[in-house]
């Protein structure tokens, strides 16, 4: 059973950076589409980042220019690059992803589809001061 592990994730002052990555447990799973959403106290999950298996990437509006996303098919690792963080950014991060064979729910990989990707992880927290 393929399990995405997140890590990266921390305290950070305001105007700070952090990165996390997010692995696959086994080497030899392939995903196609793949994303991050985050989720913070009393809100609902939020997609904020996806990446196609051809490299195009979407972000939500909150995060565009500031967050990047990236994937690394040769280390079967998942990124996430935040700057500028603010407290707003305060949250439980999650990667997520569709295995390679399928397709997106709704049929395209958008940041807000994230939240529906059929593999996640456990996430990691991030806490902006």
């Known amino acids: 059973h393929v399990q995405l592990v997140e890590s990266g994730g921390g305290s950070v002052e305001a105007g700070g950076s952090l990165r996390l990555s997010c692995v696959a447990s086994?080497?030899?799973?392939?995903?196609?589409?793949m994303g991050w959403y985050r989720e913070a106290p009393g809100q609902a999950r939020e997609g904020i980042a996806s990446?196609?298996?051809?490299?195009?990437?979407t972000y939500i509006d909150s995060v565009k220019d500031r967050f990047t996303i990236s994937r690394d098919n040769t280390k079967n690792t998942l990124y996430l690059q935040m700057n500028s963080l603010s407290p707003e950014d305060t949250a439980k991060y999650y990667c997520?992803?569709?295995?390679?064979?399928?397709?997106?729910?709704?049929?395209?990989?958008?940041?807000?589809?994230?939240?529906?990707?059929?593999?996640w992880g456990q996430g990691t927290q991030v806490t902006v001061s």
């Open positions: 990446i196609d298996s051809d490299g195009s990437t």
């Open positions: 997520s992803a569709v295995d390679f064979d399928e397709s997106p729910p709704g049929g395209a990989c958008t940041a807000q589809e994230a939240v529906f990707f059929g593999r």
């Open positions: 086994e080497s030899t799973y392939r995903s196609g589409c």
